[in-house]
């Protein structure tokens, strides 16, 4: 049996997962000044943690509002500051405040505090404060009108399609109704992904899905090998489909995976890892016939097993 991604993991752990140093995930995670670190470097470090549940030692964020402990490791990482120091403080401000609000520690519906107040709760300037809430309500989390405290809107009015707001989302925590209007939307759109790609592949395209596909059954892969071969292939039938618009919803792709991925990978029963080769081998076939039928049947298959995986 494969470990799963959630539990008490190391910094060790998210160093691998995130393909980069132990230190260069210290300085994320921990704040460390006078560091310039690239903001992909930053969410990669940030996705790695959530999707293994990682708390620093240091972090006194281990319980939500009311002493309550929050429902998993991801929120409880989500409560700590913004850690990149490769941010603008008016970005780390953003970052910050928008958490705050998708975490529900402000109402939907309900109206912010005092601007003195959340200048203070921030550590924003007045001006910073202004850009804030003019960024947030330009992504649907705000409504702000002149001379009024500014109200966070209902989720339906929230562009959750926005890669910001995903991102932001999944740092901030992703209950199960959340996890599964995700795949709703995968279902939606990446069969579809797939019967284009059926239509459009290039000798290139079939080459990279391949190699792909075959590195998710090689022997002993850890489950974040796993989760990142996993992503990069789904991207890719998205790429193989040359429509700017289905490359624009690898955010979602993105946070849907790491989400269900968490919960549960094929790695935790004997054979998982080669049974999921053997499925993403068969939209690779079907994209390479020409066959869009067989494609879209094909990664429907996939992205409802997951589903179900990440239902245990």
Not at 150 to 177: F, M, N, T, Y
Not at 230 to 235: K, S
Request: glycine share 8%.
């Amino acid at each position: 049996m494969g470990r799963k991604l959630s539990g008490k993991a190391t910094m060790k752990d998210v160093a691998i997962a995130a393909g980069c140093s132990q230190t260069t995930v210290s300085v994320i995670l921990n704040r460390a000044p006078g560091y310039k670190l690239p903001e992909k470097t930053r969410r990669r470090v940030a996705e790695a943690a959530i999707a293994l549940g990682y708390i620093a030692p240091s972090s006194s964020a281990t319980t939500g509002r009311s002493g309550e402990k929050p429902a998993n490791p991801a929120r409880r990482l989500s409560r700590r500051k913004p850690a990149d120091t490769s941010l603008s403080s008016s970005d780390k401000v953003v970052r910050a405040f928008a958490i705050a609000i998708l975490s529900g520690n402000w109402a939907q519906d309900s109206t912010l505090p005092p601007d003195r107040d959340l200048m203070e709760q921030f550590g924003a300037s007045r001006a910073v404060l202004r850009d804030t809430i003019k960024v947030l309500t330009g992504k649907g989390l705000l409504e702000s009108k002149t001379r009024a405290r500014a109200k966070v809107r209902q989720q339906s009015e929230w562009h959750l399609l926005d890669p910001d707001v995903l991102i932001w989302q999944a740092e901030a925590g992703l209950d199960r109704s959340f996890v599964e209007h995700l795949g709703e939307m995968r279902l939606i759109l990446e069969p579809e992904a797939a019967a284009l790609a059926a239509q459009r592949r290039t000798q290139a395209d079939l080459d990279l899905l391949m190699r792909l596909a075959d590195k998710m059954g090689t022997r002993g892969i850890t489950p974040e090998a796993f989760a990142k071969v996993d992503l990069d292939f789904h991207l890719a039938v998205a790429a193989t489909a040359n429509n700017p618009f289905l490359s624009a919803v690898g955010a979602l792709i993105e946070v849907s995976l790491i989400a269900s991925l968490r919960r549960s990978w094929p790695g935790d029963d004997p054979g998982g890892p080669t049974r999921s080769a053997k499925a993403h081998r068969d939209i690779v076939l079907a994209i390479e016939a020409g066959d869009g039928g067989r494609a879209r049947q094909a990664m429907r298959a996939v992205i409802e097993e997951g589903i179900s995986r990440g239902k245990r």
